[in-house]
Structure formats: structure tokens, C-alpha cells
């Protein structure tokens, strides 16, 4: 999933905004002035076009998950576990540490 602004394409094809698309597991909605991408992994990441963004977990992954969703085991000591297993000192770092090119 690509999104530029209000313009998104999953697999290079997009996405007319205000439309939903489901399509094997994963569903792009848009509540508001937002727009969301859920997986039926559960996971759902949600985006204002500009800045914003927040990533919402299922209970049932508590304790599964690791990267920019942080490990979901209400520890903070560990929230911000580098892909090298080193726990950056702040969220830049640590956010940096898992760009990819």
C-alpha cells in the first residue's frame, strides 16, 4: 500500500478516494479526513495525509509483535527495540533504525 495525500494504490493500482477496497485480508477505508489500511493479520494503520499516524494492534497479537509496533507487552524498558536487538535512548534513533531503502 502507497499513499500520497489523499492518493492511494495497493499494488499499483489505486485506490478512488472515498471508496472502500477489501481485497485478501487487507480493507482501505476512510473515516474522516483520514485514511486507513487494515489487515486481517490485526493490524491497522491509520494516516491523515499530512503527519499523523497511529497503528492500532488486536488484543491477540499482545506479546507477538516487534518493530515500529514496539513488542505489546506493556513494558515500556523495551519499547523501542532496534532491529539489531538493542534498545535505542530515544525515538528518533529507534524510528531510524528500522528505515529501510
Known amino acids: 500500500v502507497v499513499a500520497q495525500g489523499r492518493n492511494v494504490s495497493v499494488n499499483g493500482a489505486a485506490v478512488p478516494e472515498g471508496r472502500p477496497y477489501l481485497h485478501k485480508g487487507l480493507g482501505v ?9 487494515a489487515s486481517s493479520l490485526g493490524v ?5 495525509g499530512h503527519l499523523a499516524v497511529t497503528v492500532t494492534a488486536e488484543p491477540e497479537l499482545r506479546g507477538g509483535t516487534w518493530g515500529l509496533c514496539g513488542t505489546y507487552n506493556d513494558d515500556p524498558a523495551d519499547d523501542f527495540v532496534r532491529p539489531d536487538g538493542d534498545v535505542a535512548a530515544i525515538a528518533a534513533a529507534f524510528a531510524s533504525a528500522w528505515k529501510v531503502p
Open 44 to 48: 491497522r494503520v491509520a494516516w491523515d
Open 29 to 37: 477505508t476512510w473515516p474522516g479526513d483520514w485514511v486507513a489500511v
